[in-house]
């Protein structure tokens, strides 16, 4: 079992950046890859980006080039840097864990609660 809990959403101006991080516990950290996935209202939740234990990291869409992931595996922690923020990024932002080496096809089975994340002016 590995619980997930996320921080750091909140409300942003355009072009303005946010920190989200994912605290883990509950097992060993280092095995899982770790991912952002987002739900926007009315659709469905995407992947955003994930980081595998190996340190492979995968971007999706729009947020290439303005996001970063990485991972503390001494704090069992996974961060997503946003910048540049759009309104399109509005979301809630859940974090997740796939058991396993490599960069997983699908979302694994841990999920945090998600944190709100909205960009307006």
């Known amino acids: 079992q590995v619980q997930l809990v996320e921080s750091g959403g909140g409300l942003v101006q355009p072009g303005r950046s946010l920190r989200l991080s994912c605290a883990a516990s509950g097992s060993i950290f280092s095995h899982y890859a770790m991912g952002w996935y987002r739900q926007a209202p009315g659709k469905q939740r995407e992947l955003v980006a994930v980081i595998s234990s190996g340190g492979s990291i995968k971007y999706v869409g729009s947020v290439t080039g303005r996001f970063t992931i990485s991972r503390d595996n001494a704090n069992n922690t996974v961060s997503l840097q946003m910048n540049s923020l759009k309104p399109e990024d509005t979301a809630v932002y859940y974090c997740?864990?796939?058991?396993?080496?490599?960069?997983?096809?699908?979302?694994?089975?841990?999920w945090g609660q998600g944190t709100q994340v909205t960009v307006s002016s």
């Open positions: 997740n864990a796939a058991l396993g080496s490599g960069i997983p096809i699908k979302p694994g089975d841990y």
